[in-house]
């Protein structure tokens, strides 16, 4: 076994790309680690990413964020434009795990371990995030939920790295808002989510939304028809309720030992509702 | 030696005050050694295998890969442990439970262990160790386990207590039964009955610190074992007898504890360092992971009760019954017995029945946790004992005052009160202004009683005199949350001198007598009662001094506040002199100054207390918040009121805990599915609020101070209290803890469904 | 498997290990240093007993590989005093009895240090929010939560 801390991310690339047996990354390592300790991994080889250039920086770009993939959760709570752009990203991703771990955790990481209750997940998704993949055969940005493809997996090729995470500018009157169920108050992993982004405009109606649920399915779930159910409408008690219902019908979940599929349908209605009334208020609709 | 453990009444300096606890700087500056922070030369790090199956016959085990890999000093299977209990049951379900010898019985049974020079060479040899199980059908569930066609776990087993044996073995080990009067002829006089049924599942302790030991054993037969342990004199008794060596051979040392509430009360990895060191012929560090904590150590019973309660229209409880089930793990245990002396303790009846019925399911073997199998019976009874005042209309707390027992009241577990304090605190939470503070929509009050017996038992403490005139006090009993600062209070009270002048040590097994371990309540009960009897001993030596210094008969020397007076006009002109002046001279007058007490502490006193609670639900989600807590018990006397608040905090939380998120959740396949803190949901600190506590003090009669245990009791009323809040808040009643939000939306939703 | 030589500084001082690739810098604290101050309570990042403060940031060191610390800033329970005089927090937490057992105390303290640098003047909510990656199972927090009350206060006066 081997640790090695490369400088670029052609080098992480590289080392990846080259290695003969299973190889980690590692960022926060709040996910690798305990999967360590536990005996699922036993990586020959891992490539510690904090130490690339630009990777542990939020930076603001032409069209909105950049942020790196070794970018502690705790470190976007702290970052006042993002946290004005994206309230709801920025409150997901420092719900994750505790202090403790938010000091450490990255969204990519939470992205890449692809569980389908990651906490930033359904947010990113609603906010319409996109990853730049770096791979040997160069750089491609994609859809974030394009990413997971099932628990454990995700869609990136051997060798490939995401670098960062990129959100967009928001549009005037508009604002994104993220909520989940957990029986305690810290430290829990989502029983199940919901994040919603809306644009209204001045008359306060939705012209634009996305709704994506977490811990519903065995990936984050993008419901559209949820999205158009809120779309050309104020957000009335008859579009919530619509939103609610639609949202619990898109689910696909399981019965484990964090909740019911009947509690997680349900709830799953009752987050969708909160998240886009809460966003809605951001947004500055009345 | 005479010892008067009567109340006296006197007044105190020392005791009752809140001084900052001996053993507290290292604990703040991280230099206290607690299990896992000891290590020796030359140690090799031992790991335990574990069988993946809830119930598996183990046909054959290969150590032989293992046994070949480089750095692997030592393998063992039940065999390097073989049977030496010599009859005595409970002993060999121990050995059984420490290293499996013919079957896996739970998910996380041992089946080997290894001893290597690095854990991960220790992880590897795990690995190259081969198993040959044959897998049975499995029982996890306690109703379950009862029904005909569950699989036997033990097929030597028929239960016991019954009129006549049974024919057919089964997993019920044990039936009990307690009470008085006629129930039948009682609910035939009552003009409202309540019947219900509830269940509750299994919780664990939840102790911060994982079990650790190290384990030497040299060649001379003669062993040093550093442990994390409630009770090391126990341990010792244990260990020893499982690997044939004479008890004082093995020296324990116990550590300072991060946490046991009752799960440190039994062996489990012990005799296996021991055993793998003996092998090895070096010391054996051995730490268990959380997950094997969760997985192997000793959780609380599940339980499934069914309550009848019968009362007349103005109040009157006519009779009471309840059948309970308590899961015991694949070895017979007496939670249910337990369950069922406690369940309606708290009340005068003139009518009541409890049975008990003792189960075997393929869990861990079920270990005690802070009172244990109260808090399920009560929780079940509370609920029931509410439900029927609201159907007679009558204030819950008024209910309760109306029928709580009081001294002179036939217990329904059978022995006779003296002076108790069940009454007192319901009286005291009918005046709190927490009964009187409105509540918001969606919010409920609820309040409860609870009941523990408290142990006294076998005890032994040391107090030595140096010759500089401060005190050394050894005691036997594990100090589990401060009870050096309250026996160092006690000393000092007796003693007559300043607490700063003390200092209270945990002695090992080699430097003091025997003592019980700390459970039951019993660390400060019986350890103070001991070192007053200890103290006393100790001022009778410092009499006779004095009356050699001033050549004075003894029968003239008296002592008060930290000094020997001499009595009688004769001695007028003599000076007092005080501890510091005897003990200097004590090398001329006789030697060493020092009082010893060996001692069996009867008479705890039994210990009630009645607990309010207010909770939020949210009717979309069953999401539960506790808003506002607060405890009233009867302390007896409180030796250290700070400490006595901490355990009444400490109980309520973990009640809030298992009322709310905590259980054991298995599989269909018999396994664990939530074997570590994430998932088993302990409350943080922004689950709770404040834990108000008000300390009664209704003293013991059998304890010169008036102490009574006050450990326990705090998380009995719990269960119930907020059952009952959450019933009130969401308007169904909840009958199966915990009351997870799944469970309580489930509620709401068929309620409203009707 | 090859070492890796890690300088580090833990609590001021200039501190030099090997360690293996994968071992957490918790182990490298305990068993390498005789650091046992912060203790394994869990080993995944639940139980917050083994807070460290690495480069101003409250982590769990279980979750930190030894590797990383490679010219790092650690600071741990044992460094909080300053010769024989106590952190207000220490003081505080003997003197409000915020500790039974005292195993989760360290993190604790750690965790309370970091959250008063950040919010020198916290709420009782954002106490109990800023230490709820921290396990206690004796106390119930109530007497922890009013010892860090009190230390704010002494801070702010200091």
């Given at each position: 076994?081997?640790?090695?801390?490369?400088?670029?991310i052609?080098?992480?690339?590289?080392?990846?790309?080259?290695?003969?047996?299973?190889?980690?990354?590692?960022?926060?390592?709040?996910?690798?680690?305990?999967?360590?300790?536990?005996?699922?991994?036993?990586?020959?080889l891992?490539?510690?990413?904090?130490?690339?250039?630009?990777?542990?920086?939020i930076?603001?770009?032409a069209?909105?964020?950049?942020?790196?993939?070794?970018?502690?959760?705790?470190?976007?709570?702290?970052?006042?434009a993002?946290?004005?752009?994206?309230?709801?990203?920025?409150?997901?991703?420092?719900?994750i795990?505790?202090?403790?771990?938010?000091?450490?955790?990255t969204?990519?990481?939470?992205l890449?371990?692809?569980?389908?209750?990651?906490?930033?997940?359904?947010?990113?998704?609603?906010?319409?995030?996109?990853?730049?993949?770096?791979?040997?055969?160069?750089?491609?940005?994609?859809?974030v939920?394009?990413?997971?493809?099932?628990?454990?997996?995700?869609?990136?090729?051997?060798?490939?790295?995401?670098?960062?995470?990129?959100?967009g500018?928001?549009?005037?009157?508009?604002?994104?808002?993220?909520?989940?169920?957990?029986p305690?108050?810290?430290?829990?992993?989502?029983?199940?989510?919901?994040?919603?982004?809306?644009?209204?405009?001045?008359?306060?109606?939705?012209?634009?939304?996305?709704?994506?649920?977490?811990?519903?399915?065995?990936?984050?779930?993008?419901?559209?028809?949820?999205?158009?159910?809120?779309?050309?409408?104020?957000?009335?008690?008859?579009?919530?309720?619509?939103?609610a219902?639609?949202?619990?019908?898109?689910?696909?979940?399981?019965?484990?030992?964090?909740g019911?599929?009947?509690?997680?349908?349900?709830?799953?209605?009752?987050?969708?509702?909160?998240?886009?009334?809460?966003?809605?208020?951001r947004?500055?609709?009345? | 030696?005479?010892?008067?453990?009567?109340?006296?009444?006197?007044?105190?300096?020392?005791?009752?005050?809140?001084?900052?606890?001996?053993?507290?700087?290292d604990?703040?500056?991280?230099?206290?050694?607690?299990?896992?922070?000891?290590?020796?030369?030359?140690?090799?790090?031992?790991?335990?295998?574990?069988?993946?199956?809830?119930?598996?016959?183990?046909?054959k085990?290969?150590?032989?890969?293992?046994?070949?890999?480089?750095?692997?000093?030592?393998?063992?299977?039940?065999?390097?442990?073989?049977?030496?209990?010599?009859?005595?049951?409970?002993?060999?379900?121990?050995?059984d439970?420490?290293?499996?010898?013919?079957?896996?019985?739970?998910?996380?049974?041992?089946?080997?262990?290894?001893?290597?020079?690095?854990?991960?060479?220790?992880?590897?040899?795990?690995?190259?160790?081969?198993?040959?199980?044959?897998?049975?059908?499995?029982?996890?569930?306690?109703?379950?386990?009862?029904?005909?066609?569950?699989?036997?776990?033990?097929?030597?087993?028929?239960?016991?207590?019954?009129e006549?044996?049974?024919?057919?073995?089964?997993?019920?080990?044990?039936?009990?039964?307690?009470?008085?009067?006629?129930?039948?002829?009682?609910?035939?006089?009552?003009?409202?009955?309540?019947?219900r049924?509830?269940k509750?599942?299994?919780?664990?302790?939840?102790?911060?610190?994982?079990?650790?030991?190290?384990?030497?054993?040299?060649?001379?037969?003669?062993?040093?074992?550093?442990?994390?342990t409630?009770?090391?004199?126990?341990?010792?008794?244990?260990?020893?007898?499982?690997?044939?060596?004479?008890?004082?051979?093995?020296?324990?040392?116990?550590?300072?504890i991060?946490?046991?509430?009752?799960?440190?009360?039994?062996?489990?990895a012990?005799?296996?360092?021991?055993?793998?060191?003996?092998?090895?012929?070096?010391?054996?560090?051995?730490?268990?992971?959380?997950?094997e904590?969760?997985?192997?150590?000793?959780?609380?019973?599940?339980?499934?009760?069914?309550?009848?309660?019968?009362?007349?229209?103005?109040?009157?409880?006519?009779?009471?019954?309840?059948?309970?089930?308590?899961?015991?793990?694949?070895?017979?245990?007496?939670?249910?017995e337990?369950?069922?002396?406690?369940a309606?303790?708290?009340?005068?009846?003139?009518?009541?029945?409890t049975?008990?019925?003792?189960?075997?399911?393929?869990?861990?073997k079920?270990?005690?946790?802070?009172?244990?199998?109260?808090?399920?019976?009560?929780?079940?009874?509370?609920?029931?004992?509410?439900?029927?005042?609201?159907?007679?209309?009558?204030?819950?707390?008024?209910?309760?005052?109306?029928n709580a027992?009081?001294?002179?009241?036939?217990?329904?577990?059978?022995?006779v009160?003296?002076?108790?304090?069940?009454?007192?605190?319901?009286?005291?939470?009918?005046?709190?202004?927490?009964?009187?503070?409105?509540?918001?929509?969606?919010?409920g009050?609820?309040?409860?009683?609870?009941?523990?017996?408290?142990?006294?038992?076998?005890?032994?403490?040391?107090?030595?005199?140096?010759?500089?005139?401060?005190?050394?006090?050894?005691?036997?009993?594990?100090?589990?949350?401060g009870?050096?600062?309250s026996?160092?209070l006690?000393?000092?009270?007796?003693?007559?001198?300043?607490?700063?002048?003390?200092?209270?040590?945990?002695?090992?097994?080699?430097?003091?007598?025997?003592?019980?371990?700390?459970?039951?309540?019993?660390?400060?009960?019986?350890?103070?009662?001991?070192?007053?009897?200890?103290?006393?001993?100790?001022?009778?030596?410092?009499?006779?001094?004095?009356?050699?210094?001033?050549?004075?008969?003894?029968?003239?020397?008296?002592?008060?506040?930290?000094?020997?007076?001499?009595?009688?006009?004769?001695?007028?002109?003599?000076?007092?002199?005080?501890?510091?002046?005897?003990?200097?001279?004590s090398?001329?007058?006789?030697?060493?100054i020092?009082?010893?007490?060996?001692?069996?502490?009867?008479?705890?006193?039994?210990?009630?207390?009645?607990?309010?609670?207010?909770?939020?639900?949210?009717?979309?989600?069953?999401?539960?918040?506790?808003?506002r807590?607060?405890?009233?018990?009867?302390?007896?006397?409180?030796?250290?009121?700070?400490?006595?608040e901490?355990?009444?905090?400490?109980?309520?939380?973990?009640?809030?805990?298992?009322?709310?998120?905590?259980?054991?959740?298995?599989g269909?396949d018999?396994?664990?599915?939530?074997?570590?803190?994430?998932?088993?949901?302990?409350?943080?600190?922004?689950?709770?609020?404040?834990?108000?506590?008000?300390?009664?003090?209704?003293?013991?009669?059998?304890?010169?101070y008036?102490?009574?245990?006050?450990?326990?009791?705090?998380?009995?009323?719990?269960?119930?209290?907020?059952?009952?809040?959450?019933?009130?808040?969401?308007?169904?009643?909840?009958?199966?803890?915990?009351?997870?939000?799944?469970?309580?939306?489930?509620?709401?939703?068929?309620?409203?469904?009707? | 498997?090859a070492?890796?030589?890690?300088?580090?500084?833990?609590?001021?001082?200039?501190?030099?290990?090997?360690?293996?690739?994968?071992?957490?810098?918790?182990?490298?604290?305990?068993?390498?240093?005789?650091?046992?101050?912060?203790?394994?309570?869990?080993?995944?990042?639940?139980?917050g007993?083994?807070?460290?403060?690495?480069?101003?940031?409250l982590?769990?060191?279980?979750?930190?590989?030894?590797?990383?610390?490679?010219?790092?800033?650690?600071?741990?329970?044992?460094?909080?005093?300053?010769?024989?005089?106590?952190?207000?927090?220490?003081?505080?937490?003997?003197?409000?009895?915020?500790?039974?057992?005292?195993?989760?105390?360290?993190g604790?303290?750690?965790?309370?240090?970091?959250l008063?640098?950040?919010?020198?003047?916290?709420?009782?909510e954002?106490?109990?929010?800023?230490?709820?990656?921290?396990?206690c199972?004796?106390?119930?927090?109530?007497?922890?939560?009013?010892?860090?009350?009190?230390?704010?206060?002494?801070?702010?006066?200091?």
């Amino acid at each position: 076994m081997r640790y090695i801390r490369p400088l670029s991310i052609e080098d992480a690339v590289g080392q990846l790309a080259g290695s003969a047996g299973p190889a980690a990354i590692l960022a926060g390592g709040s996910d690798l680690l305990v999967r360590m300790k536990g005996g699922f991994v036993e990586p020959e080889l891992i490539i510690d990413i904090k130490g690339i250039t630009g990777l542990s920086e939020i930076r603001a770009t032409a069209d909105g964020f950049s942020i790196g993939a070794a970018v502690p959760c705790a470190v976007l709570g702290e970052n006042a434009a993002l946290k004005k752009a994206w309230p709801g990203v920025v409150e997901a991703a420092k719900l994750i795990g505790s202090k403790q771990v938010q000091g450490r955790c990255t969204i990519v990481g939470n992205l890449c371990n692809a569980s389908p209750a990651a906490d930033s997940v359904p947010a990113l998704v609603a906010a319409g995030a996109r990853a730049v993949v770096v791979g040997p055969s160069g750089k491609r940005t994609i859809a974030v939920e394009t990413v997971p493809t099932a628990p454990g997996r995700t869609s990136l090729a051997k060798g490939e790295i995401i670098e960062a995470i990129l959100l967009g500018s928001q549009a005037p009157r508009s604002a994104d808002a993220y909520l989940r169920f957990i029986p305690r108050t810290e430290m829990d992993i989502a029983v199940v989510s919901a994040g919603v982004n809306l644009t209204l405009d001045e008359a306060g109606v939705v012209t634009a939304a996305r709704v994506a649920i977490g811990a519903a399915a065995p990936t984050v779930l993008l419901v559209e028809e949820a999205a158009e159910a809120l779309i050309g409408r104020k957000l009335d008690e008859a579009a919530l309720e619509r939103l609610a219902k639609i949202c619990s019908g898109a689910c696909r979940p399981i019965d484990d030992k964090r909740g019911t599929i009947e509690f997680r349908r349900k709830v799953a209605g009752v987050l969708a509702r909160r998240a886009a009334q809460t966003a809605y208020a951001r947004a500055g609709g009345k | 030696m005479n010892f008067d453990p009567r109340f006296s009444g006197r007044k105190f300096a020392s005791v009752g005050t809140r001084p900052i606890r001996p053993d507290g700087v290292d604990k703040v500056t991280g230099r206290a050694r607690y299990g896992a922070d000891f290590n020796m030369a030359g140690q090799l790090v031992g790991r335990v295998l574990r069988s993946p199956h809830a119930h598996a016959i183990i046909r054959k085990i290969d150590t032989s890969k293992a046994e070949a890999l480089s750095g692997v000093k030592a393998v063992i299977t039940a065999a390097d442990l073989p049977d030496l209990t010599d009859g005595d049951a409970a002993m060999y379900d121990i050995l059984d439970n420490c290293m499996a010898r013919t079957k896996a019985l739970y998910d996380g049974h041992a089946v080997a262990a290894v001893a290597a020079i690095d854990a991960r060479t220790a992880r590897q040899a795990l690995k190259l160790i081969e198993v040959d199980y044959e897998v049975l059908p499995h029982v996890t569930d306690v109703d379950e386990a009862m029904a005909h066609h569950a699989p036997l776990i033990n097929d030597t087993i028929f239960t016991e207590g019954l009129e006549q044996k049974p024919a057919k073995a089964s997993n019920v080990t044990k039936r009990s039964q307690f009470g008085h009067g006629d129930v039948h002829q009682g609910f035939g006089a009552a003009d409202f009955i309540v019947e219900r049924s509830f269940k509750t599942e299994q919780t664990h302790q939840g102790y911060i610190e994982p079990h650790a030991c190290v384990a030497n054993v040299s060649t001379d037969g003669t062993a040093d074992l550093w442990v994390c342990t409630q009770g090391h004199f126990v341990y010792r008794q244990h260990c020893a007898q499982l690997l044939g060596m004479e008890a004082s051979k093995l020296r324990v040392t116990s550590s300072e504890i991060g946490g046991g509430f009752g799960g440190k009360t039994h062996v489990w990895a012990e005799p296996v360092a021991l055993a793998l060191s003996r092998k090895a012929g070096r010391p054996v560090k051995l730490v268990m992971t959380r997950d094997e904590v969760f997985r192997a150590s000793g959780p609380t019973s599940a339980t499934s009760i069914d309550v009848k309660i019968g009362a007349r229209k103005d109040g009157t409880i006519t009779a009471a019954e309840a059948t309970l089930r308590y899961s015991a793990g694949p070895y017979a245990g007496s939670w249910a017995e337990i369950g069922a002396m406690t369940a309606f303790a708290c009340y005068k009846l003139d009518n009541v029945k409890t049975v008990g019925y003792e189960v075997l399911v393929n869990r861990p073997k079920t270990a005690a946790y802070r009172a244990p199998s109260a808090p399920m019976a009560a929780f079940a009874v509370e609920s029931a004992v509410d439900e029927l005042a609201k159907e007679i209309g009558i204030d819950p707390v008024e209910f309760r005052i109306r029928n709580a027992a009081q001294e002179g009241t036939r217990s329904s577990y059978g022995p006779v009160y003296g002076p108790i304090g069940i009454g007192p605190t319901l009286e005291a939470v009918k005046n709190h202004a927490h009964m009187k503070a409105p509540l918001k929509a969606n919010q409920g009050r609820g309040m409860a009683c609870g009941f523990w017996f408290n142990f006294g038992g076998q005890t032994c403490v040391d107090l030595n005199i140096g010759m500089d005139g401060s005190v050394s006090l050894a005691v036997g009993t594990v100090d589990v949350g401060g009870s050096r600062a309250s026996l160092s209070l006690v000393a000092a009270e007796e003693l007559g001198i300043d607490y700063t002048q003390l200092k209270a040590v945990v002695a090992d097994t080699s430097s003091l007598g025997y003592n019980d371990m700390t459970d039951g309540s019993r660390g400060t009960f019986s350890s103070s009662m001991a070192t007053i009897s200890a103290a006393r001993n100790a001022i009778k030596i410092l009499r006779e001094r004095a009356a050699q210094m001033w050549d004075i008969s003894v029968d003239d020397v008296v002592w008060e506040q930290g000094h020997a007076v001499a009595k009688g006009e004769k001695h007028g002109n003599l000076g007092k002199l005080s501890l510091k002046e005897i003990a200097a001279k004590s090398g001329t007058t006789g030697g060493p100054i020092a009082g010893h007490s060996e001692l069996v502490a009867d008479g705890a006193g039994v210990s009630f207390a009645t607990h309010i609670c207010d909770v939020e639900v949210d009717p979309e989600t069953g999401s539960t918040r506790v808003i506002r807590y607060t405890v009233v018990q009867d302390a007896g006397k409180a030796v250290h009121p700070t400490y006595v608040e901490g355990q009444y905090q400490g109980g309520a939380a973990q009640g809030i805990g298992w009322a709310l998120n905590e259980e054991y959740i298995y599989g269909k396949d018999g396994r664990l599915q939530n074997a570590g803190f994430l998932d088993y949901r302990i409350p943080v600190c922004s689950d709770l609020p404040m834990i108000d506590t008000q300390i009664l003090e209704i003293p013991n009669p059998n304890h010169p101070y008036g102490v009574r245990g006050v450990g326990e009791t705090s998380i009995v009323p719990p269960l119930a209290a907020i059952a009952n809040a959450v019933s009130n808040a969401a308007g169904v009643r909840m009958t199966h803890i915990p009351m997870s939000p799944p469970r309580i939306l489930a509620a709401i939703e068929a309620e409203r469904e009707g | 498997m090859a070492g890796v030589a890690v300088s580090t500084t833990i609590n001021g001082d200039a501190v030099e290990y090997l360690c293996q690739p994968d071992e957490p810098l918790l182990d490298v604290l305990r068993d390498r240093l005789g650091l046992t101050g912060a203790k394994e309570g869990c080993g995944t990042g639940d139980c917050g007993a083994c807070s460290i403060i690495l480069d101003d940031r409250l982590v769990c060191s279980c979750l930190v590989l030894g590797a990383e610390a490679e010219g790092r800033r650690i600071e741990t329970v044992e460094g909080m005093a300053h010769g024989d005089r106590l952190h207000p927090l220490q003081q505080k937490f003997l003197e409000h009895a915020a500790l039974q057992c005292g195993i989760c105390t360290p993190g604790f303290l750690i965790a309370a240090k970091d959250l008063l640098a950040k919010n020198p003047d916290p709420t009782e909510e954002e106490i109990r929010f800023g230490l709820a990656g921290n396990l206690c199972r004796c106390t119930g927090y109530d007497k922890i939560v009013r010892a860090v009350q009190d230390a704010a206060i002494v801070m702010k006066g200091a």
